[in-house]
Nanobody, 119 residues
Framework: QVQLVESGGGLVQAGGSLRLSCAASGSIFSINAMGWYRQAPGKQRELVAAITSGGYTNYADSVKGRFTISRDNAKNTVYLQMNSLKPEDTAVYYC?????????????WGQGTQVTVSS
């Protein structure tokens, strides 16, 4: 099993920044990809950004140019730097871990951290 612990959520004004962190532990040898999903009230969970152990990244169109995903393989930690935040970024953000082959497959999840952007 892989355990994921998130931190860094909170309340911020529109235009502000937040940085989320997610530390992985346990059977980390079984994963080669980590990512961030978010779910707003009444909406489906969506992939925000993902990164492989080799550094390949993928972003949702809505966050390109504003969010940056990175990882520290030595610390088994992935980060999501969120800049120029908008009220529509308000959601619970979930860290995910899994594999990337020809597509992203995530089967381990964190507990979620709330991000609220006020207008």
């Amino acid at each position: 099993q892989v355990q994921l612990v998130e931190s860094g959520g909170g309340l911020v004004q529109a235009g502000g920044s937040l940085r989320l962190s997610c530390a992985a532990s346990g059977s980390i040898f079984s994963i080669n990809a980590m990512g961030w999903y978010r779910q707003a009230p009444g909406k489906q969970r969506e992939l925000v950004a993902a990164i492989t152990s080799g550094g390949y990244t993928n972003y949702a169109d809505s966050v390109k140019g504003r969010f940056t995903i990175s990882r520290d393989n030595a610390k088994n930690t992935v980060y999501l730097q969120m800049n120029s935040l908008k009220p529509e970024d308000t959601a619970v953000y979930y860290c995910a871990a899994g594999e990337y082959g020809r597509r992203w497959y995530f089967n381990h999840w964190g507990q979620g951290t709330q991000v609220t952007v006020s207008s």
